[in-house]
């Protein structure tokens, strides 16, 4: 059962336009959001979070948007580059049973921002 | 700069044998570190959280005694895979949660073949 989706396994984006990228979740124990992108061969890198208790927060051309109530997030990127083109992950954090905190994955969407 | 190191990068076994990674905390204590494994075009698989001064904690369908983790100071985990088969062939990721600023950093992978 996944409780973190990403119904899109890959999009494609000129370069200037922008990217939305999308997350939907199940559990509503789930009180943080995280994006991560991924590179081939190489770890996640930690690129935006929100916390249940907002809608949105920004860095720079990274923007995520959290809807509780539709229990769906998403990604913007804009301008969206050539260098953004990576795996995206939405991962979803909740305590486990050990008290610790614990991270569910999507399955990712690759984006393709073409020049 | 790289926050979690993981060594090897990558390594290349006889079926049979045991392989070992280790996986490094480099400026900051994780008293709780995870192992992921990727298949190809999939998302990350947590395997288990390892803890500090205790037991690993086991993801369900994944065999303790097979895959051993030991996490021996503030700074390392170890993750070894024993008895390799190639179906264990598979990219490995640590990470190390920094909870004060509520993401995981992840190390860069290891790609293990068994040959």
């Known amino acids: 059962d996944q409780q973190v989706k990403q119904n899109s396994p890959s999009l494609s984006v000129q370069e200037g336009r922008i990217s939305i990228l999308n997350c939907d979740y199940t559990n509503s124990m789930f009180d943080y959001f995280l994006w991560y992108k991924k590179y081939p061969a190489e770890g996640p890198t930690f690129l935006i979070s929100?916390?249940?208790i907002k809608d949105k927060n920004e860095d720079g051309r990274f923007t995520v948007f959290l809807n509780k109530s539709a229990k769906h997030l998403s990604l913007h990127i804009v301008p969206s580059q050539p260098g953004d083109s990576a795996v995206y992950f939405c991962a979803a954090s909740a305590y486990n049973a050990g008290n610790n905190r614990k991270l569910i994955w999507g399955l990712g969407t690759s984006l393709a921002v073409n020049p | 700069g790289a926050v979690v190191s993981q060594h090897p990068s990558w390594v290349i076994c006889k079926s049979g044998t045991s392989v070992k990674i280790e996986c490094r905390s480099l400026?900051?204590?994780?008293?709780?570190m995870f192992w992921y494994r990727q298949f190809p075009k999939q998302s990350l698989m947590l395997m288990a959280t390892?803890?500090?001064?205790?037991?690993?904690?086991?993801e369900q369908g994944v065999e303790k005694d097979k895959f051993l983790i030991n996490h021996a100071s503030l700074t390392l985990s170890t993750l070894t895979v024993t008895s390799a088969h190639p179906e264990d062939s598979s990219f490995y990721i640590c990470?190390?949660?920094?909870?004060?600023?509520?993401?995981?950093?992840f190390g860069p992978g290891t790609r293990l073949t068994v040959l």
């Open positions: 990470s190390a949660p920094r909870w004060a600023k509520d993401t995981q950093y």
């Open positions: 929100i916390s249940s």
């Open positions: 400026d900051f204590q994780a008293t709780t």
């Open positions: 390892s803890n500090e001064g205790s037991k690993a904690t086991y």
